[in-house]
T-cell receptor, first 112, second 114 residues
């Protein structure tokens, strides 16, 4: 079945640094979503991407839908301690209804 | 607050117990989902209901039994579970199964099976 490869699996950074993570797929997606999950909570939607090449920002977060439709990245600029959590990418293929495929997650730790 | 609530937040049960997880969404959505989240693994889709009809059963063992009495409520009935079923169970909702890709998640129920 479809799989997403998300990297890196974990990151330890200093407050103020920029962060970049990405997801790649073996097949084409028509939607990419990025979620953040805080400890003890469910994932919260950060950014949704619907068009190849689309670049979308949400505050300090920027995500792009790769032009091949097989990848996406998420950047966080000037990280702060509350950015700590697990970030998930999720993709939706054609004719899949609402069956999102999730990456394994990137666990972000920010050192003050 | 995402508009999706789940109860209980934590549940400990023995392998012979019967319990139920509850999910409620206040978003006016028509599709609801159950996911299983185990440590270091991607979220696994278990069941999907669209307009109260089950549209997906992702080869889930029969010891998990979903119920969707209306578009706002979703239950997951549990019986004779195994220790490997211990995980975070997440409920999500979206506008519908086919027209919306944006799913909103509840906080999850942390289940421990002894």
């Amino acid at each position: 079945g479809q799989q997403l490869n998300q990297s890196p699996q974990s990151m330890f950074i200093q407050e103020g640094e920029d962060v970049s993570m990405n997801c790649t797929s073996s097949s084409i997606f028509n939607t990419w979503l990025w979620y953040k999950q805080d400890p003890g909570e469910g994932p919260v939607l950060l950014i949704a991407l619907y068009k190849a090449g689309e670049l979308t920002s949400n505050g300090r977060l920027t995500a792009q839908f790769g032009i091949t439709r097989k990848d996406s990245f998420l950047n966080i600029s000037a990280s702060i301690p509350s950015d700590v959590g697990i970030y998930f990418c999720a993709g939706l293929g054609y004719n899949q209804g609402g069956k999102l495929i999730f990456g394994q997650g990137t666990e972000l730790s920010v050192k003050p | 607050e995402t508009g999706v609530t789940q109860t209980p937040r934590h549940l400990v049960m023995g392998m012979t117990n019967k319990k139920s997880l509850k999910c409620e969404q206040h978003l006016g959505h028509n599709a609801m989902y159950w996911y299983k989240q185990s440590a270091k693994k991607p979220l696994e889709l278990m069941f999907v209901y669209n307009f109260k009809e089950q549209t997906e059963n992702n080869s889930v063992p029969s010891r998990f039994s979903p119920e969707c009495p209306n578009s706002s409520h979703l239950f997951l009935h549990l019986h004779t579970l195994q220790p490997e079923d211990s995980a975070l169970y997440l409920c999500a909702s979206s506008q519908s199964w086919t027209s919306s890709n944006e799913q909103f998640f509840g906080p999850g129920t942390r289940l421990t099976v002894l």
